[in-house]
């Protein structure tokens, strides 16, 4: 919505992580509502939007939101990619994305899933997911993985997960307690490392983030349960699923430093696990790729695009070369 237009029109926009905004306006004088002209977007006809609801642990209904093309069969054998934020109390982000709507055309699942921690619903569903109650998020993360599975939306071995900075949290948390879920994990300045980030009041952002979770330097209840959760304290050797991180050389927000000690955690434990799985044993990937800058924002460079998309299309044993035609009607490679 724009808010320096004029005030006798209210202008603003709907769309879809595959849909590109559609502009419309309402006037007040007449009392009617006026939407751009246009060519009508085949993939209102050519998908689906589905609302479902996910029962957690302790019972409460969390909402997701599915996207798939409408002419898919068997959607149990088709990849499905996962999207969790769960933080701060802002809502998941579902902007238009083109890598989506290209995923979407080449058969793929989208699920948005608005677990407790986000703003979705409110206050109250920020603050039941925050501080002493941040394992809220991770228990509706896996009801709502494993209902899909259950209403048939994939399987684990198509299964792929995805976040960006504290929803990183959430998806390495569920990579430590239910790894059969998953086969691909993808994060973007992913917060890894929440109790020595946090122990360490000498970073730049350590005080502002007290009321999201919890300040364990002076608080041993919070020092406790930060550690029942934080990705990188409950790295084990087990099989986890392939992972790929792309993380900032100067990123404020998220320090470099916990992201490549978890990585080299992780790894360890990768390698530990499988000296011990026998012959024929497929370890899986663990990637870590750091650009240059720093202002922890999503920026949509082709180069890391390409970069996630191919990884998780060759973790899961998938040609490709029709995303990436079909992502070409939508940016210039």
Known sequence: MDTNSDPKNCPFQLCSPIRPPKYYTYKFAEGKLFEETGHEDPITKTSRVLRLEAKSKDGRSV??????????????????????????????????RPERRALVDDGWILAY??????????????????????????????????????????????????????????????????????????????????????????????????????????????????????????????????????????????????????????????TEHAKDSGEGYQAPNIILDIQPGGNHVIEDSHKKITAQIKFLYEELGLDSTGVFETLKKYVKF
């Open 63 to 96: 909402p997701m939101t599915i996207f798939h093309k409408t002419d898919s069969e068997d959607l149990q054998k088709k990849p499905l990619l996962v999207h969790v934020y769960g933080a701060y109390g802002m809502d998941l982000k579902m902007n238009f």
């Open 113 to 270: 899933c608005h677990v407790r921690g986000g703003g979705e619903l409110g206050l109250q569903w920020h603050a039941d997911g925050r501080l002493t109650k941040k394992l809220n998020g991770l228990a509706d993360l896996e009801a709502c993985i494993k209902t899909l599975h259950d209403q048939g939306f994939s399987q684990p071995s198509l299964t792929t997960l995805t976040a960006f900075s504290a929803g990183g949290v959430l998806v390495g948390a569920l990579c430590n307690s239910n790894p059969e879920l998953l086969r691909a994990v993808t994060m973007e300045a992913p917060f890894l490392d929440v109790l020595n980030t946090m122990m360490d009041t000498t970073l730049p952002l350590t005080l502002e983030e007290l009321e999201e979770w919890g300040n364990p330097s002076s608080d041993e209840k919070h020092k406790n349960y930060i550690k029942r959760y934080c990705p990188y304290q409950n790295i084990k050797p087990q099989h986890y699923p392939s992972v790929h991180i792309t993380a900032y050389e100067n990123d404020e927000r998220v320090p470099l430093k916990g992201i490549v000690n978890y990585t080299e955690k992780l790894k360890e434990a990768v």
